[in-house]
């Protein structure tokens, strides 16, 4: 061989060596390479998935066969037969979230995908006629760290007026820290027995107007009982709440509409950015809470069962400073901005008595701390009905704020909501609405 | 044209030797190989400041290669520290003060994967104190556990993490075995320590399975903190033994096998509330939960309380009324009973689903007829979940007496009550608000089935009525002078009455309101010979709530009937 080329050839050898001997040193701290599975179906964050892989792993044995989220391994039964894999998460995933499944054999080979949740389950199946109803979970990355019920009335297509989207906050009667009792609530509320159990008669109310309806998914905290925990009544403890879950549920519901709005135009239902609201007892305190925390999004209001009073628009009232929930004094300290007096304005609201409700939420010591009661009681009476009810109605009267705000008293009503009430409600929605 | 191909071939050859031996020359004091857990060795002859930031020049770069995750560690365990890597410094200030002339170890991992370590020794304090880490004389050898084997006088450097990793054995399948002396708890969230780190990044995959089959549980491990996640309402079975899969991207396998256990140890000088997993195999579908007071081990009276519970809704959610039970445990009548006695109390988180006419916590008829399912006999699983109790508190040290003291209001009363009739070599002694099955077949001509009566009893119990059991029962009902809420507004259909038991039932009691039927009530039990075991109260000043007196009353009532001898106690007339 020519000296020159012999010369070649030893620097193309070297070259070869430096490159195989410094990836050696790789090879000792690589990681394990992962075959990539090509998959067909969805994992759903809600319910059973079936996927198909694209390989048949059956006669397989497995080492692992996991669902992943970052470093965190979510609980879930999943088996693989044949090339069908079947995933059963413990609890709801998060939607619209990535999550990885990793399956090892016990002859060392790793396969995986990532595959994004399907937050929208209609495995919520109902036998009812009228309408179809959804369940979507929770999207903390969206803001929302609760699951939430969707219902379309049918015919909703058919009606190419505008159209607002009702949204009724959930009431559980009683207490559970667990998602399955809350929903087992919300779902009494959110078809057919709205009326009834402890709903607002949204179910009864959005049919009539043939408009979509939101029920959150809200939890009523049962081993952290306190005012904080009450976020159903939208409490000011609750609002100032450090704990993560249930922090800040204004923003929340506020994520909550945004993601379904975004659904139902996906699916071609067109729907204006404000919604309408309907409240009883609870989610009155809720809805009419909400008001004033953020009346920009809200077109029109109707909310009942009040325990005869309602936060008042005002700083103050008889010298007496209102802060929230009474009033709007401290509204900053809350959300961080002021009271929107011009956006209140603009909110049509409807607000009812039964004229013998004796379901006095201001007696109440978890949904009204003392000092919250005494100022009531001071101001407008301790005596629920008519005393208080009048009193407040009162507070606004000859304000800015009394056009808006139409009062009903329903004689010989009680705590509940009636067929003559969903009747106005729905009337009063109709009016309101251009 | 050759040459000039020659020349490009040279130059390329020469860039990737060059590229390639430099990344080995800047490599310089690092080891040229990784040791037996991938990492590369760094010496270094700086040292670390006890306080404040040290500064390290290695004699390489890592460029691009940044370094994602690091740590500083002392004996295998973590010391708080801010580490900053920028090329080729390193800037450690430890969080809190560090232990003097003692070797401390760095751990990098880059951006692909690469390891590296570097053992550095703290610096000497120039007063000579005594260390802490000097040998202490008086420790003995059986206190030091092999995780944090600490020698005192040996200061050479650790080549790698833990020392014990070098004594991991495998399996025949090649997973390296972990052990640990702790458990599972059988619901909610267990922490465990893992006897070795997985830095960050490190993990690839963790599973968890009972005989082969996958649990599903959240998971996640931080170094060296395995947290396992059942959330509150899934259960692991008591006694079961669990195998944790770890899985590492470097391509091992580790296992760990662990026993769940619903309580493992009662510390007795504590309060403690345990809840127990629901045991098909020991005869029980649905959790309870038991409450052990502190002392109680030490108690005059040992003997179980139980309270069934009765949120006072329906529902389809299973989970709701274990939150409720745990509520009940926390604060009814059994609570103050339980610590009134200083003795355990149990609670049963049985269901109330929403079918109409099934009120399970006042163990009506159509709620014993059930034939099938999870819900089939609670009055038998009620049992089953009293044996587990006590037998769990034997296994602890705490042996109490077979019969129980029961606690019951409206329809929990309703279910004592049943289930004293049922069951009465069960019971010691019953305080409940209210009284409704007679102890007789037939009264007045009228046949009374149970819940009324006993005429028909033997179709749950396989025997006849057990009066002579019964009569050992020490009962104690009251009732509120303004309690109105009286369950036997009786109408057939409802909750499985019949015609014929409304018809006895306005026969018997003419007035079916308080105080008449209450008075009659009375009137039976003295006549059927039953008035020496059973007293009857009425408290003043309330209606169906409890009054502040309650609690007292049901004490002094139980400490007076806890032996064989039958006990009316002098009870309170108001009610607060």
């Known amino acids: 061989m020519k000296f020159k080329n012999k010369i070649l050839a030893f620097i193309v050898i070297t070259a070869l060596f430096a490159t195989f001997a410094s990836n050696t040193y790789a090879i000792n701290s690589s990681v394990v390479s992962y075959a990539d599975l090509k998959v067909t179906g969805t994992l759903n964050a809600i319910g059973e998935s079936t996927i198909t892989l694209s390989q048949n792993l059956e006669n397989e044995k497995f080492d692992a066969i996991s669902l992943n989220i970052e470093n965190k391994i979510v609980g879930a039964k999943l088996s693989i037969s044949g090339n069908i894999l079947t995933v059963n998460p413990t609890d709801y995933l998060d939607g619209d979230a990535t999550y990885t499944i990793k399956i090892i054999t016990k002859s060392g080979k790793r396969y995986s995908f990532k595959t994004i949740s399907n937050s929208i389950s209609d495995a919520v199946k109902t036998n009812y006629p009228d309408c179809y109803l959804l369940e979507v979970s929770q999207k903390p990355q969206k803001g929302f760290n609760y699951p939430y019920f969707l219902l379309i009335p049918n015919g909703i297509t058919n009606n190419t007026d505008k159209k607002y989207m009702m949204v009724e906050p959930n009431n559980s009667q009683s207490m559970s820290d667990s998602l399955e009792y809350n929903e087992d609530e919300a779902k009494e509320i959110v078809y057919a027995h709205g009326i009834l159990h402890s709903g607002a008669g949204g179910y009864i109310v959005a049919n009539n107007l043939k408009t979509p309806l939101l029920v959150p998914i809200f939890p009523r905290l049962s081993t952290k009982w306190s005012p904080q925990t009450e976020i159903q009544s939208l409490t000011r403890a609750s609002l100032l709440s450090n704990d993560p879950g249930i922090q800040r549920v204004d923003l929340q519901i506020i994520a909550m509409i945004k993601d379904a709005q975004q659904y139902l135009n996906t699916i071609k239902i067109k729907v204006e950015d404000k919604v309408l609201m309907i409240g009883f007892s609870a989610s009155s305190k809720f809805t009419q809470r909400f008001t004033v925390l953020h009346p920009d999004i809200i077109k029109t209001l109707c909310a009942g069962g009040l325990a005869g009073t309602f936060t008042l628009p005002l700083k103050s009232y008889k010298g007496t400073t209102l802060n929230y929930p009474l009033g709007v004094n401290d509204i900053k300290t809350i959300i961080g901005a002021n009271f929107d007096s011009e956006s209140y304005k603009k909110i049509s609201q409807f607000l009812y008595m039964g004229e013998v409700d004796d379901n006095d939420g201001v007696s109440m010591g978890n949904i009204t701390p003392p000092e919250e009661q005494q100022t009531v009681y001071n101001l407008f009476g301790q005596r629920m009905m008519p005393d208080r009810w009048n009193n407040t109605q009162q507070a606004i009267r000859g304000t800015e704020f009394e056009k808006a705000i139409q009062i009903k008293t329903y004689s010989g009503v009680g705590h509940m909501v009636t067929q003559d009430i969903t009747n106005d409600m729905t009337a009063f929605f109709i009016a309101h609405m251009g | ?576």
């Open chain 2, 1 to 576: 044209m050759k040459k000039a191909f020659k020349i490009l071939i040279i130059v390329v050859c020469f860039v990737f030797i060059f590229t390639n031996l430099t990344y080995a020359a800047n490599i310089g004091n690092v080891s040229p190989k990784v040791d037996k857990n991938g990492y590369y060795t760094i010496t270094t002859t700086s040292e670390l400041n006890l306080t404040g930031t040290t500064t390290i020049q290695l004699t390489f770069s890592f460029a691009k290669d940044i370094v994602t995750k690091k740590s500083l560690e002392k004996n295998g365990k973590i010391v708080s520290a801010t580490i900053i890597s920028n090329n080729n410094v390193l800037k450690i200030t430890p969080l809190k003060k560090l232990d003097s002339n003692c070797t401390y170890t760095i751990k990098l991992i880059t951006k692909s994967y690469k390891k590296y370590l570097i053992n550095i020794k703290s610096k000497a304090v120039v007063n000579k104190t005594v260390s802490p880490t000097a040998t202490p004389t008086t420790v003995s050898p059986t206190t030091v556990s092999p995780t944090t084997d600490i020698k005192p006088t040996d200061s050479t450097p650790t080549s790698g993490p833990t020392s014990t990793v070098t004594a991991l054995t495998q399996d025949d399948d090649g997973c390296y075995i972990l052990s640990s002396t702790e458990y599972l708890n059988t619901s909610g969230e267990t922490l465990i320590t893992l006897p070795i780190d997985f830095a960050d990044g490190t993990i690839d995959t963790i599973t968890i399975d009972k005989d082969g089959e996958i649990v599903p549980a959240d998971m996640e491990i931080n170094l060296s903190t395995l947290k396992i996640d059942m959330t509150p309402y899934r259960f692991l079975t008591d006694g079961g033994k669990y195998t944790i899969r770890i899985f590492t991207l470097d391509g091992k396998k580790y296992k760990l096998e662990l026993y769940a256990y619903n309580v493992k140890a009662i510390d007795f000088t504590k309060y403690n509330i345990y809840k127990i997993a629901p045991n098909p195999e020991k005869g029980f579908n649905y959790a309870y939960y038991l409450y052990v007071p502190a002392y109680s081990n030490d108690s005059e009276y040992k003997r179980l309380v139980v309270e069934t519970n009765n949120p006072g809704i329906a529902t389809d959610s299973i989970d709701y009324f274990q939150d409720m039970a745990l509520n009940t445990i926390s604060w009814g009548l059994g609570k103050f009973a339980a610590d009134g006695i200083s003795s355990p109390l149990l609670v049963p988180a049985f269901p109330r689903p929403r079918i109409e006419n099934l009120y399970t916590h006042a163990l009506t008829r159509p709620v014993m007829d059930i034939g099938g399912g999870d819900m089939k006999r609670l009055d038998l699983q009620l049992i089953a979940m009293i044996d587990d109790a006590q037998e769990t508190l034997k296994t602890n040290g705490l042996t109490l007496e077979k019969k129980v003291f029961m606690v019951g209001f409206s329809a929990s009363a309703c279910f004592s009550d049943n289930f004293i009739a049922l069951h009465p070599d069960k019971v010691k002694a019953v305080y409940s608000g209210g009284f409704d099955i007679l102890p007789t077949s037939t009264y007045e001509g009228c046949e009374l089935k149970f819940p009324f009566g006993v005429s028909d009893i033997s179709k749950y119990t396989g025997k006849p009525f057990d009066v002579d059991e019964y009569k050992k029962v020490a009962q104690f009902h009251f009732h509120g002078d303004q309690d109105m809420n009286d369950l036997n507004d009786l109408k057939p259909g409802i909750d499985g009455v019949t015609q014929s038991d409304c018809d006895a039932m306005n026969k018997i009691f003419p007035v079916q309101r308080f105080p008449d039927k209450w008075n009659k009530k009375q009137e039976i039990i003295n006549k059927l010979g039953f008035g020496d075991s059973i007293q009857f109260h009425t408290y003043k000043g309330i209606g169906h709530a409890y009054g502040y007196n309650f609690f007292s009353d049901e004490i002094t009532f139980f400490r007076a009937n806890n032996t064989d001898k039958i006990v009316k106690i002098d009870a309170t007339e108001d009610a607060n």
